[in-house]
């Protein structure tokens, strides 16, 4: 059975720092749930209550959407190292775009990655920890190198026009609020 707790414990920070790998789901108020694999180092915790999220440029953008229709959403961390834990998050989100007026005051608590287009700020309202006997055991060997490129090569330019063709909205179709 797993526990439950109304804050991140300090164990359970230590372990989201050591994890590179974390899941993010949201879900519109009707249409497809989603469920996105997140790696990088582009998450803070903030305190035991919020957390910071850098989201980079991708082939879509539901979580920007969701999120604007229903903040709700859910981080999940899996131990696939030694200690068998998984970990969830739950809480309300709200997104910061590029061209939002809090943007640089946000985006200094993060790692400045080349393709960052949204930074979610998520308030946690409740934590659950549960074994992780399932989960099984994988190593990281390294961070792939291809979406730090592939931005790169685009440069902010390229990235707006990226956005504008790929990332406007999800694929149920609502808006997701990103500027071109």
């Known amino acids: 059975m ?68 229903d903040p709700r959403i859910t981080l999940m961390w899996c ?37 960052a287009r949204q930074i979610f700020d998520v308030a946690i309202d409740l934590v659950q920890s549960s074994c992780g006997f399932a989960v099984p055991f994988m190593d990281f060997v390294a961070d792939r190198p291809v979406l730090h490129k592939w931005a790169e090569d685009k440069g902010d330019e390229g990235l707006r026009e990226y956005w504008a063709t790929r990332n406007t909205t999800t694929i149920d179709g609502a808006p997701t609020g990103i500027v071109p």
């Open 79 to 115: 131990g696939f190292a030694a200690r068998p834990l998984i970990l969830r998050a739950y809480g309300t989100a709200r997104v910061t775009h590029r061209d939002d007026a809090d943007w640089l005051s946000l985006a200094a608590h993060l790692p400045g990655i080349p393709g």
């Open 2 to 69: 797993g526990k439950r707790y109304s804050e991140l414990q300090p164990d359970q920070t230590a372990f989201i720092a050591e994890q590179h790998l974390f899941f993010v789901a949201t879900a519109p108020v009707q249409g497809r749930v989603n469920l996105s694999p997140k790696g990088m180092d582009a998450l803070r915790v903030m305190s035991p209550t919020r957390i910071l999220w850098l989201n980079v440029t991708g082939s879509g953008n539901e979580t920007a959407a969701h999120v604007a229709q």
